[in-house]
């Protein structure tokens, strides 16, 4: 066995938890958010009916490159933080690379993901500024989950409206939220206005995301101890997510460790955000030359087939107009098993960098990302997440040219969670009915003509 | 927020990890274990056609007091060890105690308990004696779990004799367990002789574990690069469980933290024992006095209400005969949801550890349980295995004692696992439809009639 410098788990203790989250866009503002009726900037008072006070401050945040994380939630985020960031020496052994490969595994927590870092600000926010009940939408269900938790251990109320066909698919994720003490109202539901408007020109239908975020919408309109809180896209949900890159970047630091190449799945976009956010500043002043690599499925391809320009963020369209990747917020994506990179669009900080040439984006076909899943799995003893997977196979691939070349790369990417409530999927990877799924050029004509027909230069 | 002193979590480097386990029976040996043809006390021939030589070896051992870890053994637990003793800040605050409560976490890993503890090891051992299969059986399937992620990592083949019921209730472990490459047969089946019999007897059988046991040794007697493991009530097992009681250790004297009481769950007794063995030096030396508590459900109260003589470990009487506390090999369980505490026996060093009054023992009832388990997953955030919810329950009946007397104790549970593949436990909780069962006098006294006639006192 040979001599290792470095553990297998780079550890931080809890002194050297961040106290502070990495605001990107005090170095990097994008283009600003539009009120869709008055195509003008958003303001405070745009989200105030529905988001709380100070998540809304920290969404129109371009000034402050640090913000504290109080104290409240840095006691909570003790329970599951600092993450470990673990060397894959078993898998570099498996692929006999000489590459270095290190993985911050964001899933060592009840909600099986890195959801909980903002679920646990979003829901403290929210009891400090006096409010009762929160509402959201969830589709896999990793955020409804990580939101239940955090609103138990704050003591706030809490309705997950739960997509229809997944609430029926996945009991037992309705079953974990509901064990927190929270609400499912599978979408569409008789609860709200929407819904029923839905359910009567639908009965049948099993439900979507963006009815979801629209029944969740109204609810938390209804009364002013409430309010809507969502786990992706928005800038204040990568602002949260930065502590994956800051505590990595600590132990990179810590263990003598000089990244080449940072890799993380890209869906909405915050744990790909949080995760390099903090390696950017260094990357955009061209001190460090690392590359960045965002992974995607193939079926859903946002930045390496979609267009940068300025779409709603739900099939609803009740959101704000926002400047990003976008197949249109009319394209439907495949039943990619992995549920959280089933989105039409991409938050606009990462839409950024990627137009900007910061990072690259690859996307990837399905069976192959459970092929390194199960790779992964038999080496390193984790089971990861469809969504994670996809950040796995693109490790490997990279780790496989080191081994052609002979290059020592040092290779860090982001396992964002555990796939134990995807079993549905490694089932049918197993007993090989699992197909891939690549959009056509027709399909994506069709998602772009639902792209608002609004002057897209400003 | 008052002054910590105390970290959340009560972290070990790298190289704090033990280099030995701890072999209890070098101070306290108990009864032999016994051929049930001749009944004397079991050779290393007895158990070779079944068991791996090391194995069977620290089955045999009361010499060493410490036993050397494997150094690829040490190389896997530094994925998941040390493991993370916590304290539980947020639980205190709940139960507004006075008291001080930890638990060692051993659900973070993808076999979701401490069973991956003694599953690497096993796996190793077969390895390093050229076998190229291993045969096992499992109910509830975590120990299946483990060991299938065990002998991914060391190639081996791996057939998995599921109790059928379990297999067709539990399908994602079923997939869990295939995902890792390993073979699932629903037990009875007509893979084996013993199976076909039962088969035809009984053509509607959803199995039982009694049988699933007979099936894997019978399958691993056909082939000599094939051997039989198991996941509990063996001394061995115990052994490699104390890996948690080590660690356990070491953290609280590195943060001068002296228990006052140790809580665990105990089913066939592997995990407790192993918890509690190294601290059993100074309790039975009398320089420590702590108070050590093992919990089992009142459907399956083998301690409390068994009788402590010699029995068979399985219903289909194939075993050698242990010296235990037994309910009768033929008392049928209730379908308590714990399905890892519902054995008629106990491991004969806890067996023992009872018999002298070196611990005590506590039966509580399911519901009970549930609640408790619902208190620490919100206040803790992590969902408890139903297993590990017993401790959880006279953990925190311990902390409410204190609370009504002043008194700042102490209290160190094991947290074996998590509950993610029992939520069908958690619905029938939070839908009011679980229920308790006591077994009757009458229900123990026809379990206790299959207690082996033979002379009990040697």
Redesign the interface.
């Known amino acids: 066995?040979e001599e290792k410098v470095i553990?297998?788990?780079l550890?931080l203790?809890?002194s050297e938890l961040p106290k502070c989250w990495y605001n990107l866009k005090a170095i990097l503002p994008h283009e600003p958010a539009l009120n869709p009726a008055t195509l003008k900037p958003c303001t405070v008072e745009d989200f105030k009916g529905v988001f709380c006070d100070e998540l809304i401050e920290q969404e129109l945040n371009e000034k402050d490159e640090y913000i504290e994380i109080p104290?409240e939630v840095i006691?909570?985020y003790?329970?599951?933080r600092p993450s470990p960031l673990?060397r894959a020496?078993?898998l570099e052994k498996v692929l006999d690379t000489p590459a270095e490969i290190y993985y911050k595994f964001e899933g060592?927590?009840?909600s099986?993901s890195h959801k909980?870092n903002s679920a646990i600000p979003q829901a403290y926010y929210a009891k400090k500024q006096g409010l009762k009940y929160l509402t959201t939408e969830t589709g896999a269900g990793q955020w409804g989950t990580a939101l239940s938790?955090a609103s138990?251990?704050y003591g706030l109320g809490l309705t997950v409206y739960m997509v229809k066909g997944s609430a029926e698919q996945k009991?037992?994720r309705k079953?974990?939220i509901?064990?927190?003490?929270a609400k499912v109202v599978p979408s569409p539901s008789n609860t709200t206005k929407v819904g029923r408007e839905i359910l009567e020109k639908f009965p049948n239908t099993t439900g979507s995301l963006g009815c979801a975020v629209s029944e969740a919408v109204e609810k938390a309109t209804e009364t002013s101890d409430c309010k809507y809180v969502l786990g992706s896209v928005m800038d204040h949900v990568i602002l949260h997510q930065t502590i994956i890159g800051l505590e990595t970047k600590t132990a990179l630091e810590k263990f003598g460790i000089e990244p080449d190449i940072l890799i993380s799945c890209v869906g909405g976009g915050s744990n790909f955000g949080g995760f390099v956010a903090p390696f950017m500043k260094d990357k955009i002043n061209g001190t460090k030359n690392y590359r960045i690599i965002g992974v995607e499925p193939k079926s859903c391809p946002s930045l390496t087939r979609g267009k940068y320009v300025y779409d709603y963020g739900d099939t609803g369209k009740i959101t704000p107009l926002m400047k990003m990747y976008t197949l249109g917020n009319g394209f439907m994506p495949s039943s990619n098993h992995a549920g959280g990179l089933r989105y039409h669009g991409m938050n606009p900080i990462v839409s950024k960098l990627y137009h900007e040439g910061y990072i690259e984006a690859v996307s990837v076909e399905q069976t192959k990302v459970f092929e390194a899943a199960?790779k992964f799995?038999?080496?390193?003893?984790?089971?990861p997440a469809p969504e994670s997977s996809h950040t796995i196979k693109v490790a490997i691939d990279e780790a496989l040219k080191c081994k052609e070349t002979g290059e020592k790369k040092k290779i860090v990417f982001c396992l964002t969670g555990?796939g134990?409530?995807d079993?549905?999927a490694?089932?049918s990877y197993?007993n090989g009915t699992m197909q891939d799924y690549v959009p056509t050029e027709e399909d994506l004509q069709k998602g772009f003509s639902s792209i608002p027909d609004i002057p897209q230069n400003k």
């Open positions: 066995m553990p297998t788990k550890l203790d809890e104290d006691e909570f003790k329970k599951v673990i020496y078993d060592n927590n009840t099986g909980l938790m138990a251990y009991p037992f079953a974990v509901e064990t927190y003490g199960v799995a038999k080496s390193e003893g984790i089971l555990t134990y409530f079993l549905t490694y089932m197993n």
